[in-house]
């Protein structure tokens, strides 16, 4: 494909700019991007402007080991929907490297990757691309180099070791190096190194963002249910049924080895949430008065705080505003569940996202972006449930979908990219959407899958189950 | 003949006394007192083994009785059992989102009430359902207030509130699978589990 597009440089300001002028439409525009039948990488809806992402080329190349190294990325950049993708014409047949304009390549940028230096560059710019990325392989370490097609360059160049491919860690690294492409092209971090906890038939999984290595983490065999990440993305909370109540669990990603919350033996304890700081934990309580948000202090395992009093309503499913400070939950206190918000502390209850009493259906499963700029959440539309977002600031809420039932949605670490369950393909399955352009693809290819939560940026160490 | 009534006596027993009264000799010359004497412990003879041989069937008998008295009891208690288990596993059903007990289900949880009070040892476990329509997690409040709501009832007509205990599955263990209000009608349930003390169940 070699799109017909704009030529030169600005391409990050053109992305702010296409940025800018999406959130500029008004609501009821964005609502009206999920109308068609999609298929995997289709764009729905969108008026798409050729142009307004930067081009970014993964250079063809050798060696053959690096095949599936090259492929992780390219997808990753492409998951991103921060870029055209450009696919060179011919595939690897034509060679568009340093042989074809050598004259040009003394004094542009280093060595790097060897054949990867020196491009010819008026070539790349002809074809839309505003960044090329070669990777080569210099003895034990992995050379990945962003050339910067415009100012006729290398911008950066990466070394890595990457573990085996046979590692567990070795996806994880890989999705690093596109997530640094990301930062040093667009100076924006990626979420390329992350994954999604889910439930399916009754046990917690992970998966990596792409859709690939779906691993088993739960080890119990009681059923499942709301895996919660902490911020550090070392820990996730979860609960699961037990003889007469709800027991939450927090695990430890690295070693699998979890550890009861609070033990009362008999209340049913559900929806945990960490705090961003991950000292706190809370979590929605059953009991027979009612169901209420409670806290517990995680480090000491003690010290359980209530923090609604519902008495003839429930209020359930908290999530923490990324300062710490608020806490958004739903309620029933006005007779059908709704979006809510108060202090950390339980203080401060007041109605979140708007609605008509009435008129507008059940809301629920709120979660907090990271950015702390909306909450995500579903809502009852004439019989089915669709995904909303609150903007925190203004408090007006927009329908993000509206093709078959669409629930319990949750954040990427950048606030652009929400992943939510869906029955559009004709069964409930994981899908996610990017806020920005509309784009939506299914994360994998399975029923039954449902509950997601999407991991923070994972860290180097302890992020891989064993 | 006074042998006639002798093997009709006999019954059961008619072959061995016709083998033994075909045995003596027909009436021979020689003294008739010592041939009367004779025939007379005949007689006695054959009747005492044919009282030994009722008695022995009548023993059988009682004791075949008994044993199927002792069963039928038995039987009868494991029915009754059975029965009140039943009536006390009967479901309750509800309303879409709703947590209220329908008025033609007071009647059966009126009876797990008798049941409840006419066996004072009985514990139970209320678990509430929903169907899948709603939010996951908001179902697990959602039945939380179902398993509540028949327990306040049962409460409120004089059961002790420690003999019931609560919990809710959400939509997670649906008894009907199906996708339509069939299926979501049947989902959306309490169901009656015993605890302890249902070994042996009074009627109400």
Known sequence: ?466 | MRRLPLLVLAGLAAATVAACGGNPPPAQPGPQANADSIAAAERARQDSIARAEADARAREEAERVARQRAADSLAAMGRTTEAVRTMLAAMIHFDFDKSNIRSGDAGTLDQKVGILQANPNLRIRISGHCDERGSDEYNLALGNRRATAAKQYLVSHGIEAGRIETVSYGEERPIAQGHDETAWAQNRRDEFEILSGGDALRQP
Not at chain 1, 179 to 193: F, K
């Open chain 1, 1 to 466: 494909m070699t799109a017909v597009r704009r030529v030169g440089g600005q391409a990050v300001s053109g992305c702010v700019a296409a940025a800018a002028l999406l959130t500029a439409y008004p609501p009821d525009r964005l609502a009206a991007q999920d109308t068609s039948v999609v298929d995997r990488g289709v764009r729905v809806g969108i008026i798409y402007r050729p142009g307004v992402r930067p081009g970014m080329v993964l250079l063809p190349g050798r060696p053959a080991v690096l095949d599936s190294v090259r492929a992780i990325v390219a997808r990753d950049l492409d998951y991103s929907d921060r870029f055209e993708m450009i696919t060179l014409p011919g595939g690897d047949s034509i060679r568009l490297g340093a042989a074809a304009s050598p004259a040009r390549a003394p004094g542009r940028g280093r060595t790097g990757g060897g054949e990867a230096a020196g491009l010819n560059y008026p070539l790349f710019q002809a074809l839309g691309a505003d960044f090329a990325v070669a990777l080569t392989q210099a003895a034990d370490t992995t050379v990945v180099t962003l050339h910067d097609i415009a100012a006729g360059g290398v911008r950066r160049e990466a070394r890595k070791r990457l573990p085996p491919i046979t590692s567990p860690d070795f996806r994880l690294a890989v999705h690093r190096l596109a997530d640094q492409v990301l930062q040093a092209s667009l100076g924006t971090p990626g979420v390329a190194a992350t994954r999604l906890l889910f439930v399916m038939d009754g046990k917690v999984w992970q998966i990596d963002h792409d859709g690939a290595d779906k691993k088993l983490v739960s080890s119990s065999d009681r059923q499942a249910m709301s895996p919660a990440w902490a911020a550090d993305g070392r820990r996730f909370a979860y609960m699961e049924f037990w003889a007469g109540h709800g027991q939450l669990f927090v695990q430890d990603m690295a070693t699998g080895k979890r550890a009861p919350v609070v033990t009362t033996g008999a209340a049913l304890d559900f929806t945990p949430a960490f705090s961003p700081d991950g000292k706190t934990l809370a979590f929605s309580r059953a009991i027979e008065e009612g169901t209420d948000v409670y806290t517990v202090n995680l480090k000491d395992n003690c010290c359980l705080q209530r923090l609604t009093v519902g008495r003839f309503s429930d209020n359930l499913s908290p999530t923490y505003s990324p300062d710490g400070q608020r806490i958004a939950f739903v309620s029933t206190r006005a007779g059908l569940p709704q979006i809510y918000v108060m202090a950390a502390d339980g203080t401060d209850q007041q109605l979140f996202a708007p609605f008509d009493y009435g008129v507008t259906g059940s809301s629920n499963a709120p979660e907090w972006s990271p950015d702390g700029q909306s909450v995500a959440f579903h809502r009852d539309v004439a019989g089915t449930l669709q995904v909303f977002v609150l903007d925190v600031r203004t408090r007006t809420v927009r329908q993000l979908t509206s093709v078959g039932r669409n629930e319990d949605p949750t954040w990427a670490p950048d606030s652009r990219h929400l992943c939510f369950v869906s029955d559009r393909s004709g069964y409930r399955q994981l899908w996610i959407i990017d806020l920005e352009t509309g784009r939506i693809r299914p994360l994998l290819q399975q029923s039954g899958a449902r509950l997601p939560a999407w991991s923070p940026r994972l860290p180097e160490t302890a992020a891989s189950t064993p």
